[in-house]
């Protein structure tokens, strides 16, 4: 029987009273809740479908530390069994090809080693003893070897394992020793994100399980295998039948300008090394098929830029042909799976601010969408070829493992280890909008008077390949509301951007800049992905390529416009906030607007041809930039923050790492001494033990502090 309107009006008022009710027994996040959250990632379905292994990572603030362990929990759902339990981490867990045992990274003894654990019962082993150290662990198809990375050097290699082995150990022992601690180098990329290299390369091994043998190097030579990532697939595979490895290298003379990695593969019988790309940028991530007829792999097709698109590529062991299976697909291929009929292959692509799982057939490139909400990532597939697990989680639930059929049906969660925990949190789903984007890069300018001699970065702008006339584009934003949120008040907000400046405010779940965190401060949190934003085609991330200070500019602009008109939104109190490339927004700001009552950066360059020069990835500024500072200087003094020192005005937070050789210590110190010099309200936060990312417990509690500290006031509430 239908019910009247007045009961269904009844129901609803009733449920929002239940859901009011629920909401008053929770509380908001605080920094405590975020260091509960167990972090569950990478998980690995055993090759006989009844397992899956994971890790699950927990914070210990006290110690300032964090620690993970392996757990397993049946793939047909159940209760999950931790099987380590070591205070130092364990991690990477890769299954024998019998599903009896697991190996994995662990730092248990003091040195990052690899062991095995029988998961019917007993305790681990230690399968290496390496001076230099070991991760990345793989089992062979027959189970007979372990595959693994190690940090060596190049000089070492006799080509008599244990030689090369002892004597990677006398080096490695007499730098622990000296009292001398200095840095020597004669090529640039000497040093990378957070760490020196000091004439070190990662090294592919090979040894039998049993330990019969030395570890021996399969990749011997002045190269990184596998090269840096900063995530993705592996850059290393075995064949099905064992007998050859397929890896990733960087083989260029100035590795610094270049974002070429080529495919090799290695017989592992008689060491003979084919080449098996050309193509002048990124080829990575290879995977071969079941069957071994194919490799797939990811490739990019623009050298220099490592923001161009990733496609979905196969190579034919037998004809050594190639095939693009996502070309006709505007969108980045991650992280992928092949079916185990070798027919199709499933993958991960951002799109609209969420990770979605797409499925591709290998004949006819034939695509669909199996699951599309949140963030998903980390696919793998059972062997009978009908389910698929993954990592799944948005803005407000933390990652778990989720399992869905190949057909999109029956999504349900398999592990529940923050369940307990977001019980008693009050925290809201995130919103989205969409606006009209900017049509040109030529932006508002804080003092007209200020901006003479300005250059225009649309005559500035290279044509970019394969670009076209692009209409009025949509730009999409989240918004996250503050708990117990009530429509009838004003909020204070908060404009986040993100770095990059290719990435995206997607809907998962975060540690460095949570926006549930801001939330439960009492600010709207805003989140737009303006021109340079990845998931919404590659046009529309080239056109930040050379126009920092424009489009995007314009876009979050738009997108302030936007929040200003939100009738729970009080428009005269709204600060900005950002990292990378954010933070470089951020400074960009001080000079180009007054919208905002404060503004915080981490990590936010200041002057581009000094920035160029301390950096370390070349490849990077000279393809956002147009060329070297010395080919393209007046665009460098054009997008350089330092420029506009003279329009400064708005309260800043200054955050930066000693550590970070992305963005180097010296960009935040000199936007600091300009606003200090200028007499602007300014603070810097400043780590001696931090890189680009801000990573220990205390000092994340820290930034959070004073970031909200900072944030109140100057906006409230």
Sequence with gaps: ?????????????????????????????????????HRVADPQISPDGKWIAYTVTAVDKEKNSSNSDIWIIPVAGGEARRLTRSPKIDYRPRWSPDSKEIAFVSARDGTSQIYRLPIGGGEARKATDIA??????????????????????????????????????SKKKQAEDSKVKAHIAERLLFRHWNGWKDDKRSHLFIMPVDGSQPPRDLTPGNYDVPPFSLGGPDDYAFSPDGKEICY??????????????????????????????????????????????????????????????????????????????????DRWA??????????????????????????????????????????????????????????????????????????????????HHNDSLLA??????AEEFWLDGATSSKGPRADPAAAKGFLDPDQLQAPMPNQKNMEIP????????????????????????????????????????????????????????????????????????????????????????????????????????????????????QGHTDRFKALIAHAGGFDQTTAYYVTEELWFPEWEMGGTPYENQELYDFLSPGRYVMNFKTPQLVTHGELDFRVPIGE????????????????????????????????AELFYKTVIDWLKKHIGP
């Design 1 to 37: 029987m239908e019910r009247t309107p007045f009961i269904r009006i009844f129901l609803a008022a009733f449920g929002i009273l239940l859901y009011s009710a629920e909401a008053a027994n929770r509380n908001p996040l605080t920094f405590d809740d975020l260091m509960k959250v």
């Design 132 to 169: 230099t150290e070991a991760s990345g662990v793989l089992y062979s198809p027959d189970g007979k070897h372990l595959l693994f990375t190690s940090d060596v050097y190049p000089g070492c290699d006799s080509g008599n394992p244990q030689q090369s082995l002892e004597c990677n150990a």
């Design 248 to 329: 990733a290298v960087k083989q260029v003379i100035h590795e610094e300008r270049s974002t070429n990695l080529d495919l090799f593969a290695v017989d592992l019988q008689t060491n003979a090394t084919i080449k098996i790309t050309t193509n002048a940028a990124h080829d990575g991530s290879p995977l071969y098929s079941p069957d071994g007829r194919y490799i797939a792999y990811r490739a990019q097709f623009r050298a220099g830029y490592e923001s161009d698109r990733f496609r979905l590529m196969i190579y034919e062991r037998a004809t050594k042909q190639r095939r693009n299976l996502t070309e006709t697909f």
């Design 334 to 415: 991650d992280s992928f799976a092949w079916a185990p009929d070798s027919k199709k292959i499933f993958f991960i692509a951002d799109d609209r601010g969420r990770s979605s799982i797409f499925e591709v057939l290998i004949e006819d490139r034939g695509m669909k969408r199996i699951s599309g909400e949140n963030c998903s990532g980390d696919p793998g597939i059972t062997p009978d070829g009908n389910t698929l697990v993954f990592t799944r989680s948005s803005m407000h639930r933390p990652a778990e493992i989720f399992s869905i059929g190949v057909d999109g049906s029956g999504l349900a969660p398999l592990t």
């Design 424 to 429: 008693a949190l009050d925290m809201n789903q």
């Design 474 to 589: 949509k730009v999409h934003s989240w918004i996250l509301k503050p708990p117990s949120f009530d429509a009838s008040r004003k909020y204070p907000a908060l404009l986040l951007v993100h770095g990059g400046p290719q990435g995206a405010w997607m809907d998962n779940w975060g540690f460095r800049w949570n926006p549930q965190m801001y939330a439960a401060a009492g600010y709207v949190v805003v989140m737009p992905n303006p021109r340079g934003s990845t998931g919404y085609g590659q046009q529309f991330i080239d056109e930040i390529n050379r126009d920092w200070g424009g489009r995007c500019f314009k876009d979050l602009m738009l997108a302030l416009d936007a929040v200003e008109q939100l009738p729970y939104v009080d428009k005269t109190k709204i600060a900005a906030a950002g990292a990378s490339f954010g933070g470089f927004m951020i400074n960009w700001f």
């Design 668 to 699: 935040g110190l000199a936007m600091f001494t300009a606003l200090q010099r200028r007499g602007i309200e300014s603070k810097l936060l400043y780590y001696p033990d931090e890189g680009h990312w801000i990573s220990k417990p205390q000092n």
